[in-house]
């Protein structure tokens, strides 16, 4: 089995062109140990730093001296839209503050597809819709390993990868809360 344990930089100033993909939803790029197969169907090891948060892009070096590329796995996802830039803020805020994952556009939410967080965004006049697309949600202000827009040319305004928008509307299973906020 082929293992992957760092990511791989490339000198500056030189493009490298990977060998393989891994294709891989929000979920699994949050994990350090994780088995998987490559696009090629190859078995791997990824046995990564604790912390670390993979973003499609992110380059990896193999035990084999192959260059792998981190693909976001289009998911299910709630696309959140508001009238207002204050509104959209307001929806942005009480996302956070239940600690959910996720990703800003420009005028836009994106969250992992939640019949709960749906109602409640409802209820503050968002608009919904569900959308299969990769998710890249924010790193938070204190991450190892953050990305800016600017690194990721696909975080614009409009759905990429071929995003398929369908009617509001989830049945996942919400997000448990741990602790109480005043």
């Known amino acids: 089995m082929v293992e992957i344990t760092s990511r791989f930089e490339a000198p ?4 490298v062109a990977a060998a393989d993909s891994l294709l891989l939803p929000f979920d699994e790029r949050q994990k350090s140990r994780l088995r998987a197969r490559l696009v090629s169907g190859i078995e791997v090891a990824l046995t990564l730093p ?39 803020a307001r ?6 503050n239940r600690h959910v994952p996720v990703q800003v ?19 503050l ?23 800016g827009a600017a690194e990721h040319h696909h975080h614009g ?7 398929r928008i369908h009617e509001y509307g989830s049945h996942s299973p919400s997000r448990d809360h741990d602790h109480h906020h005043e």
């Open 125 to 147: 006049g968002a608009r919904t819709t569900t959308v299969e697309a990769p998710f890249e949600p924010e790193s938070g202000a204190y991450a190892a390993h953050a990305h």
């Open 12 to 15: 500056p100033g030189r493009n």
């Open 50 to 88: 604790r912390g670390e948060v993979l973003r499609g892009g992110d380059l990896l070096l193999a035990s084999d001296g192959r260059v792998v590329e981190v693909l976001a796995r289009p998911e299910r996802l709630l696309h959140v839209e508001c009238v207002s830039a204050q509104a959209l």
């Open 105 to 123: 556009g420009d005028g836009f939410l994106r969250l992992a597809a939640d019949h709960v967080l749906e109602h409640m965004l409802h209820g």
């Open 91 to 96: 929806a942005a805020f009480h996302l956070g």
């Open 157 to 163: 305004g409009e759905p990429h990868h071929g995003a």
